[in-house]
């Protein structure tokens, strides 16, 4: 009865609580957008996320708490790239909130205007369950594309909340100013590792190893989506003893058994690498995805070296 009660005061709460104004309540898909948007929107906003860092963002379980959400969002933050496409369409639908439909002021798709890679030039389709068929959505992995989701968002709660357009502009300044400091410190740990091939899981990377001048010599998932067979399994093995090919670079959801395996027969470490905020609790907002990151490969990068 108490939860009940509190559930009712949430949801016929008025907008203005005496003289505080509403904060915007924004909703995203992924930790990472949510992290985004708190650096920008600061104490103007309440940002929550669906997804959560350690779960596999393409096979999200809804819950009915999902719909509650979302029925009390001034703004939905997605990746887009149909990465959302197994759950969240029918949540929209459910929460009764015509603003955060596609298409509407509420509803933001930050994939606009950022490096996306692997688009499909051909008939697009899900031959063998391939879960990136517009191109691939693990996009907010490039600092530089971090960059444009932080002006999008920007944009969006200037345009949601006018008044406090200034705010805004100064907290995206500040964060873009973060994230060029950042991203020399990273780029200096990468340099001495320029060239270097790894093996990855899900291709979740390719915007990294772009940004960072590595390279991904395979997948371990035979395509996105699809588990690892033992044929493919032997073709990986061969890869990485031929490329000499040192990390094995595994995301948080998926099972470490194949990984392990390949690794007995190579001279490759497992890494567990993470794609997201809240993937382990150290990760806390969207800089510390890389540092974590950069910093556990860069160990296994550098290990045996003269
Ligand atoms: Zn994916």
Redesign the pocket.
């Known amino acids: 009865m108490k939860r009940l009660v509190a559930l009712l005061a949430i949801l016929f709460a008025p907008a203005f609580a005496g003289s505080v104004p509403a904060k915007v309540r924004i909703v995203s898909t992924l930790d990472d957008f949510s992290s985004i948007a708190e650096s920008i929107g600061g104490d103007l906003v309440e940002a929550d996320s669906l997804a959560k860092g350690y779960q596999d963002?393409?096979f999200v379980d809804a819950k009915p708490s999902f719909i509650l959400k979302l029925s009390r969002a001034n703004l939905l933050i997605v990746a887009g790239l149909e990465?959302e496409i197994g759950y969240l369409p029918p949540l929209i639908d459910q929460s009764r909130n015509a603003k955060i439909h596609p298409g509407n002021a509420g509803y933001l798709d930050v994939s606009n205007g950022c490096d996306i890679l692997q688009r499909p030039t051909g008939q697009v389709t899900r031959a063998m369950g391939d879960?990136?068929p517009f191109g691939?959505?693990?996009y907010w992995l490039d600092p530089n594309n971090g960059r444009i989701i932080a002006r999008s968002i920007a944009a969006k709660l200037s345009e949601l909340d006018p008044g406090n357009r200034a705010v805004y502009e100064k907290n995206l300044a500040a964060f873009e100013a973060k994230l060029t400091e950042k991203d020399k410190e990273w780029q200096a740990k990468m340099a001495p590792f320029a060239g270097a091939k790894v093996v990855t899981f899900?291709?979740?990377w390719p915007n990294f190893v772009k940004h960072f001048g590595l390279d991904v010599a395979g997948n371990i998932e035979p395509k996105?989506?699809i588990p690892p067979t033992p044929s493919h399994t032997l073709e990986i093995i061969n890869l990485i003893t031929s490329q000499k090919i040192r990390a094995i670079l595994v995301e948080p959801y998926f099972d470490l058994k194949t990984p392990k395996y390949v690794a007995g027969k190579t001279r490759a470490t497992v890494v567990v690498f993470y794609p997201s905020v809240g993937g382990t609790p150290e990760i806390k907002d969207y800089f510390s995805i890389f540092d974590t990151d950069i910093d556990a490969l860069v160990k296994v990068l550098g290990a045996g070296r003269t």
């Open positions: 963002p393409h990465l879960v990136h691939n959505p693990h899900h291709n979740s996105p989506g």
